[in-house]
């Protein structure tokens, strides 16, 4: 019987709402499966106090990948790690959550395995049958994998996100199994966004601005006050990431960041099809747009016809008010 | 230097998809097809590469016969030649990325650039399968590329910020949205590319692997986002987020 091994992504020993849902949808796999058990793994130089605060998840055991080369995140080394553990644990599956990172590693993960993989699975059918979005998410494919080892990513915004519980599974500490010799990529820097704001994936509130902001500045003096005001993370658009108003990270979309927030706020936004596939799972939609034909009207729970630059301070003044009442 | 850009044929970005009744696929009456548009931005790529350097672009694809036209494109673009990898059936990443190494092993390229994703599957697979295939090192996602005498860095857009990498050629770079603006192709270039090389190699005669092991059994539309109304004020669209959804 294969076992289900979950990369457990961390930044820093801190586990992102993100890796909570790949957790989650793993125990769901093993479940259904019957009879596997859900391991999650945590990788690094040392990596043990961070497989520590995992193992309050539910899953069996949690394994310490640990070695030199796995201390920045480089896809060389982490998918000769992850497969020889795959092999080693008698993985069946093999999951993750479709970050940037699990984007970036898996495919090349399931290649040294020579398995097949499904990406971004928003439902787990059964041990075989999965759902995942295509054509940015105007079709459902349900999709069957076949072979002995199978490669998931699963979307964030499809799973919840595991929750803690009263025991704590053992931690095991491993050495990953490396060929240093055939490692041909090497980090050179990270230049982080800085923000004080909540993360797009991890928002409960997301306000985002699109063209209709027109410029960069307007980003901050007009947007940013109602972003901050609400507790929000702020998106943008694929046009006013082009425009280069804010950086690449912001964006929402097909290609972008895919988020389902509680309520998403949508300003000067006209609604692309490839905008919508990045947000349209979102529980309350609500659009600001002085264009009333736009698209994204055509989604939205609650939709206001206005000039943004009038109704977006104002909003920022009510919402004070509220908060004070 | 010699480029390899592998690149696939989907709908038009702006054609509107929809799903058979029966499940069978999407409705591909009246869709435009076109080169995919991180395709466009890889071939983009090289081609600048080229023109800092020479060497020699070559663009490849697997699919049917009327994929041609997607080549011709890219070699309008400024692309040398085109190799057409021919198959009826279809197939998945690994079976695509096992012909793609295949090609790149007899073709020697000292760099392979392709898209990110296509925008019909959106796996995002392929790249770092091929990399992975070739031994070799992978930038994906890639914003900026500096091919240098010793190193090629490569920045990279990952979540909360962007990331440089750096590695000895030949490496694999797949493609983000802003490393470039794609040309057009010119009426000369359509002109010259009729007469540049186009390879036809049935896909069955590489002896790869090519037997799926992801197979789509049914597509569904998603389910339908019902349009909600409209509220006169701010003061109201307040209220309502706080009264009627709760949310604030």
Same mark, same amino acid.
């Given at each position: 019987m294969g076992n289900v091994l979950i990369f457990a992504e961390h930044q820093g020993g801190h586990f992102p709402k993100t890796t909570l849902t790949a957790i989650h949808a793993g125990l769901d796999l093993a479940k259904k499966r019957g009879g596997a058990s859900a391991i999650a793994v945590v990788s690094g130089d040392a990596p043990e106090s961070a497989a520590a605060e995992i193992a309050k998840y539910g899953v069996a055991k949690v394994i310490a990948l640990a070695h030199p080369a796995l201390k920045n995140y480089l896809a060389d080394a982490h998918a000769q790690a992850l497969a020889a553990l795959a092999k080693k644990e008698n993985a069946e599956f093999v999951i993750a959550t479709a970050t940037a990172m699990g984007k970036d590693l898996f495919p090349r993960l399931a290649a040294r395995l020579g398995a097949p993989m499904a990406s971004e699975i928003t439902s787990i059918n059964d041990d075989h049958t999965f759902v995942r979005p295509m054509y940015a998410g105007n079709a459902m494919a349900t999709v069957e994998l076949d072979g002995p080892i199978k490669v998931l990513t699963v979307r964030g915004t499809a799973f919840d996100a595991a929750k803690p519980g009263d025991g704590a599974a053992p931690v095991e500490k491993q050495d990953a199994e490396i060929d240093a010799a055939a490692l041909k990529m090497? @980090?050179?820097? @990270?230049?982080? =966004?800085?923000?004080? %704001?909540?993360?797009? =994936?991890?928002?409960?509130?997301i306000v985002s601005g699109g063209r209709g902001l027109k410029s960069g500045e307007n980003f901050k003096t007009v947007l940013e006050p109602l972003v901050d005001e609400m507790g929000a993370a702020m998106g943008a658009s694929r046009a006013a990431v082009d425009a280069g108003f804010v950086p690449n990270d912001l964006q929402v979309g097909q290609t972008g960041k895919v988020v389902a927030p509680e309520l998403y706020i949508a300003v000067g936004i006209s609604g692309a099809i490839q905008h919508l596939a990045g947000m349209k799972d979102s529980k309350v939609i609500c659009a600001i747009n002085k264009d009333e034909e736009a698209p994204i009207f055509a989604v939205a729970d609650y939709g206001l016809v206005a000039d943004l630059f009038k109704a977006v301070p104002e909003m920022a003044e009510e919402i004070k008010k509220l908060k004070h009442s | 230097?010699?480029?390899?850009?592998?690149?696939?044929?989907?709908?038009?970005?702006?054609?509107?998809? %929809?799903?058979?009744?029966?499940?069978?696929?999407?409705? =591909?009456?009246?869709?435009?097809?076109?080169?995919?548009? @991180?395709?466009?931005?890889?071939?983009?790529?090289?081609?600048?590469?080229?023109?800092?350097?020479?060497? &020699?672009?070559?663009?490849?694809?697997? $699919?049917?016969?009327? +994929? *041609? &036209?997607?080549?011709?494109?890219?070699?309008?673009? $400024?692309?040398? %030649?085109?190799?057409?990898?021919?198959?009826?059936?279809?197939?998945?990443?690994?079976?695509?990325?096992?012909?793609?190494?295949?090609?790149?092993?007899?073709?020697?390229?000292?760099?392979?650039?392709?898209?990110?994703?296509?925008?019909?599957?959106?796996?995002?697979?392929?790249?770092?399968?091929?990399?992975?295939?070739?031994? +070799?090192? *992978?930038?994906?996602?890639?914003?900026?590329?500096?091919?240098?005498?010793?190193? =090629?860095?490569?920045?990279?857009?990952?979540?909360?910020?962007?990331?440089?990498?750096? @590695?000895?050629?030949?490496?694999?770079i797949t493609t983000d949205l802003r490393l470039n603006e794609p040309r057009y192709a010119s009426l000369p270039g359509i002109m010259k590319a009729r007469k540049k090389e186009l390879k036809e190699i049935p896909a069955d005669s590489l002896g790869v692997d090519l037997a799926p092991k992801l197979k789509i059994k049914t597509l569904t539309a998603p389910p339908k986002r019902q349009a909600g109304r409209k509220v006169a004020s701010v003061q109201e669209l307040v209220a309502v987020l706080h009264t009627e959804a709760k949310v604030i």
């Open positions: 090497e @980090f050179v820097s @990270f230049n982080a =966004t800085k923000s004080d %704001r909540p993360q797009l =994936t991890e928002a409960r509130i | 230097m010699k480029i390899l850009v592998p690149i696939k044929r989907v709908p038009d970005p702006a054609t509107t998809i %929809r799903v058979m009744p029966d499940g069978s696929g999407i409705a =591909t009456d009246n869709v435009k097809w076109v080169i995919n548009p @991180f395709c466009e931005i890889a071939i983009e790529e090289a081609l600048r590469i080229k023109e800092k350097q020479t060497g &020699e672009v070559v663009l490849i694809t697997v $699919g049917q016969s009327t +994929w *041609q &036209e997607q080549l011709r494109t890219g070699l309008a673009m $400024g692309a040398d %030649r085109a190799i057409l990898v021919k198959t009826d059936t279809a197939l998945d990443s690994l079976a695509i990325a096992r012909i793609l190494a295949k090609v790149a092993s007899d073709e020697k390229p000292e760099l392979i650039i392709l898209g990110k994703q296509a925008i019909d599957d959106d796996s995002n697979q392929v790249g770092q399968m091929l990399a992975e295939m070739l031994g +070799w090192p *992978q930038a994906t996602f890639a914003s900026k590329v500096e091919i240098g005498a010793d190193k =090629t860095s490569v920045t990279r857009e990952i979540d909360g910020g962007l990331e440089t990498i750096a @590695f000895k050629l030949p490496g694999v």
